[in-house]
T-cell receptor
Framework: GAGVSQTPSNKVTEKGKYVELRCDPI?????LYWYRQSLGQGPEFLIY????????DSGLPNDRFFAVRPEGSVSTLKIQRTERGDSAVYLC?????????????FGEGSWLTVV | AQSVTQLGSHVSVSEGALVLLRCNYS??????LFWYVQYPNQGLQLLLK??????LVKGINGFEAEFKKSETSFHLTKPSAHMSDAAEYFC?????????????FGKGTLLTVNP
C-alpha cells in the first residue's frame, strides 16, 4: 500500500497474555519507528530501527517489550505478560532515512486494550 | 533532554477566525521543530517543519509557524479557520544532531471549529 500499515487495528487481551503488533512500512523506507500514545498524551518514542538493527531502544519501558525487524522491512512489536497500564495506541512510522529533509510517516496505530 | 509544552488542551474558534495554537519547547541543542495533525481515526500527518532554514515556515492547508529562538516558541497559525481544520494538533521537537530521528511530542491541542 501507499502508507504505513499496522495490524491489528484493535486488540483486546487479558492481563498476563502475550501480544504481537505488526507494522508494514512504506516500501523503500530504511528507518522504522515505534511510538506509544496513551490517552490524553502525545506519542512517546519507543524504538528506532535503521535497516534490520535496533539503533535506539531507549524508549522501551521494560524488558517485557521487544521489537524485531528481521528483513529490514516489516517489524513486530512484542509485549509479554501484558499489564493494564500497557493499554494505549501503538504507532508505527517510517522514513526514507533520518536526515533533516526526511519526513516521518505514521500509520493509523494499533489500539491495545488490556483487561 | 527535550520537552514540549502546548498551551491549551482545547481551542475553539469560529469558522473564518484566526487559528493560533501555542507551542513552547526546551532543548539543550539547536532543535528541529514539527507540527503534526491527527484527524479522527487517521494517523499523524506532518503539517510543517523547521530545520534551521527560514524561521517562518509554511505548511499544508494554509498553516504556518514561526520559530522564535528568544521565546523558545513555535506557534502554529492560520488566518482563517475552516470546518475541515477540526482535529488534534501536536507540536514535536527533535535534536538537530545525531538523534534527529527521535521526536518528543507535546500533549496535543484539540481544535474545534464552530460554524
Amino acid at each position: 500500500g501507499a502508507g504505513v500499515s499496522q495490524t491489528p487495528s484493535n486488540k483486546v487481551t487479558e492481563k498476563g497474555k502475550y501480544v504481537e503488533l505488526r507494522c508494514d512500512p512504506i516500501s523503500g523506507h530504511t528507518a522504522l519507528y515505534w511510538y506509544r500514545q496513551s490517552l490524553g498524551q502525545g506519542p512517546e518514542f519507543l524504538i528506532y530501527f535503521q535497516g534490520t538493527g535496533a539503533a535506539d531502544d531507549s524508549g522501551l519501558p521494560n524488558d517485557r517489550f521487544f521489537a524485531v525487524r528481521p528483513e529490514g522491512s516489516v517489524s513486530t512489536l512484542k509485549i509479554q505478560r501484558t499489564e493494564r497500564g500497557d493499554s494505549a495506541v501503538y504507532l508505527c512510522a517510517s522514513s526514507p532515512g533520518t536526515g533533516s529533509g526526511n519526513t516521518i510517516y505514521f500509520g493509523e496505530g494499533s489500539w491495545l486494550t488490556v483487561v | 533532554a527535550q520537552s514540549v509544552t502546548q498551551l491549551g488542551s482545547h481551542v475553539s474558534v469560529s469558522e473564518g477566525a484566526l487559528v493560533l495554537l501555542r507551542c513552547n519547547y526546551s532543548s539543550s541543542v539547536p532543535p528541529y521543530l514539527f507540527w503534526y495533525v491527527q484527524y479522527p481515526n487517521q494517523g499523524l500527518q506532518l503539517l510543517l517543519k523547521y530545520t534551521s532554514a527560514a524561521t517562518l515556515v509554511k505548511g499544508i492547508n494554509g498553516f504556518e509557524a514561526e520559530f522564535k529562538k528568544s521565546e523558545t516558541s513555535f506557534h502554529l497559525t492560520k488566518p482563517s479557520a475552516h470546518m475541515s481544520d477540526a482535529a488534534e494538533y501536536f507540536c514535536a521537537v527533535s535534536e538537530s544532531g545525531g538523534s534527529n530521528y527521535k521526536l518528543t511530542f507535546g500533549k496535543g491541542t484539540l481544535l474545534t471549529v464552530n460554524p
